[in-house]
């Protein structure tokens, strides 16, 4: 079973990542394609990287 809550926090420290990715981007004025591969990177790939760690598992028990 997943834990709303764990995902609902787990998205939204990869949302802030994300942003400031976007923001780092624009600082280093960095061509249009950064702005949609690397923000959807850090998305998915934590995504991924979370829920194959379990983080996103709701503990037995709880």
Partial sequence: ???????????LVLLALAVGAIVL???????AAWFTIVPL??????A???RSLGWFDRKAGG
Avoid: D, P, Y
């Fill in 48 to 50: 991924s990287v979370m």
């Fill in 1 to 11: 079973m997943v834990s709303k809550l764990r995902v609902l926090l787990g998205m």
């Fill in 25 to 31: 981007l624009a600082a280093l004025k960095a061509g």
């Fill in 41 to 46: 990177g850090i998305l998915f790939v934590g």
